[in-house]
């Protein structure tokens, strides 16, 4: 029996090269994950973790990955923070030879509240970034120490107030070191009316140190009694010297500030004041002028009255309208008032113009009565009043009277002596009929002939008259009085259509429907009685006045019968 073996040496080599593929395939493996992983990175920090409510942080984040495009969803911060300011960058460098690019953001946050915070873990193409804690202390209480550096002051005029008196809010912002592009926001009031007035810079040495100061000066009026709150402000600004050559200011920090909030007590219109209008105010007076000097007044002229009632510490809608004038022989037409508010450091000073076109109709001495306006003392915490005196002036000129009532039939005359005529013969009718033919036509000849020189004479003078008060308007207009104007130009309507003498100027173009004469009535109007005056236009004047006084007139028709103005 023959025995046969055969060789083994093959069994080796195949396991050992089994063992080398299989470290190789593993090598690759973990290369591979090694490059995904490095690929895919999102990493997130924090310049400090632990701050005060008043401060900011800066989070950075960096992508590494291979994708390109889109963003985190940064509004997950917004929960516990706000978002100052966020940059993006993109970059490449190179490291012993090692080539990197990655795309980094960085944000400047701000806590929105007190306690242990977390900055929450953000995503971008598959990739968490890790969420990181954040500890926000009471404002001064940073282990930094730097808060004094630039901080917030909220000053009150007062230490309590009456319901709409005004109450002056300073925010005063101190810094030792230099900020810029400073933003805050707007002081708004729930239950008040709130207006910035002032704004200030300037500096002021606080425990022998330097300090610039940014203030800022807020009226506000309370609209009812009880607490009012005055919320807290922010603050937000750029520490360090702007670099106009450096495009991010990297050496920068954002700074955010935050001001104490403030409780004052409204209390409601004292039971004691017995005024018609709740008017709170550190002043108030009441000042009267005229258009020219009173001395000159005249009949069916217009002279303009104009008084104005101020306030220091009230805004215009709270000053009440002047008592209106109700005198017998005196026609006034009021002009809508005028409101103004001009604010200034101390606050609010508003102002109300009344403005009165006053017109008499008869001669006489008058007498306008005085106007009183009772107010509270913010000042003395007492109620006064403030009065404008009565004014007594005169008025000359003959008196505008309503159309002549007919005429009242004559008396009859007493009986004469009854005669008994006596029959004249034949001889004497014909001897009388022809006398009395020969003296009518005498009479009809002179009188024709009188009668038509007359009327001769009396259309050259109406034609010289009218000249005249044309060439007197056109005159009154150059040199551009616009009362003046007025005058000049009522005369020559009173000269053209004699039914309309007593009448103003405002009433006779209304009645005559020209359409130049009430365009030109009204430009003169707006010249003379509005407050601040509307200059004249002397150009358009004349080219309406032309136009009246040539008969250019798109509407001729005049009603023959026209109501008296002065009724």
């Known amino acids: 029996m023959e025995t046969y073996s055969f060789p083994t040496h093959r069994k080796p080599f195949v396991s050992a090269t089994i063992a080398l593929v299989t470290k190789a395939l593993c090598a690759l493996l973990l290369l591979a994950l090694s ?5 895919q990175e999102l990493t997130a920090s924090v310049d400090r973790n632990e701050l005060a409510i008043n401060e900011t942080f800066t989070l950075t984040l960096r992508y590494s990955g291979g994708q390109r495009g889109g963003q985190p969803d940064f509004d997950l911060l917004e929960q516990d923070f706000e978002v100052l300011s966020r940059q993006q960058s993109n970059q490449y460098r190179v490291i012993n030879g090692q080539a990197e690019s990655f795309v980094e953001w960085t944000l400047i946050l701000a806590p929105l509240k007190e306690g242990k915070l977390f900055v929450p873990s953000l995503h971008l193409h598959g990739q968490v970034s890790d969420a990181i804690p954040i500890t926000v202390n009471q404002a001064g209480q940073s282990p930094s120490g730097n808060s004094r550096k630039a901080f917030l002051e909220v000053e009150l005029d007062k230490d309590k107030v009456h319901v ?9 912002l101190y810094t030792t070191v230099g900020l810029h592009d400073i933003a805050t926001d707007q002081l708004q009031v729930r239950g008040a009316h709130v207006e910035k007035v002032d704004e200030q810079r300037f500096e002021r040495r606080i425990d022998g140190v330097g300090h610039a100061v940014y203030e800022l000066t807020y009226a506000v009026f309370p609209e009812s009694s009880g607490e009012l709150q005055i919320p807290a402000l922010n603050y937000v600004a750029v520490t360090g010297r702007r670099d106009p050559f450096s495009l991010f200011n990297r050496n920068a920090q954002r700074i955010r500030l935050r001001s104490e909030a403030k409780t004052i007590q409204v209390e409601p219109k004292p039971d004691s004041y017995s005024g018609s209008h709740w008017l709170p105010a550190a002043s108030l007076g009441l000042v009267q002028s005229w258009s020219k000097d009173p001395e000159e007044f005249k009949v069916g002229e217009p002279i303009t009255r104009i008084i104005t009632l101020r306030a220091e510490g009230l805004r215009a809608a709270q000053l009440p309208p002047l008592p209106a004038l109700n005198i017998e022989g005196l026609k006034t037409y009021p002009d809508q008032a005028q409101q103004e508010d001009q604010p200034r450091m101390n606050g609010i000073t508003g102002s109300r113009i009344e403005t009165t076109a006053i017109v008499a109709t008869k001669p006489g001495s008058y007498q306008l009565p005085p106007v009183t306006i ?3 003392d913010t000042k003395n915490g007492r109620q006064r009043a403030t009065q404008l005196p009565a004014f007594r002036f005169n008025v000359s000129g003959a008196p505008i009277v309503n159309a002549a009532d007919p005429g009242k039939a004559a008396p009859a005359s007493s009986g004469s002596p009854s005669a008994v005529p006596v029959e004249p013969g034949f001889w004497q009718k014909i001897a009388i009929a022809a006398i009395a033919s020969h003296l009518l036509w005498i009479f009809y000849f002179f009188y024709l002939k009188k009668g038509k020189a007359a009327a001769d004479i ?4 109406e034609a010289r008259g009218a000249a005249e008060d044309s060439g007197a308007l056109m005159d009154k207009i150059k040199n551009g009085n616009p009362v003046y104007i007025q005058q000049a130009l009522l005369q020559w309507v009173n000269s053209q259509w004699p039914h309309t003498r007593g ?14 004469l009430n365009q030109l009535t009204q430009l003169l109007n707006d010249a003379a009685y509005k407050v601040p005056p509307k200059p004249l236009n002397r150009s358009q004047a004349q080219t309406l006045a032309s136009r009246i006084t040539r008969g250019e007139k798109s509407n001729d028709s005049i009603p023959e019968v026209l109501p008296q103005l002065f009724s």
């Open 35 to 39: 490059l995904g992983a490095s690929a």
């Open 503 to 516: 009448m103003n100027l405002a009433d006779a173009s209304t009645h005559l429907k020209i359409p130049e």
């Open 374 to 376: 009772t107010w509270w």
């Open 164 to 172: 709409q008196e005004q109450l002056l809010v300073k925010v005063r």
């Open 458 to 461: 009396r259309s050259d003078s």
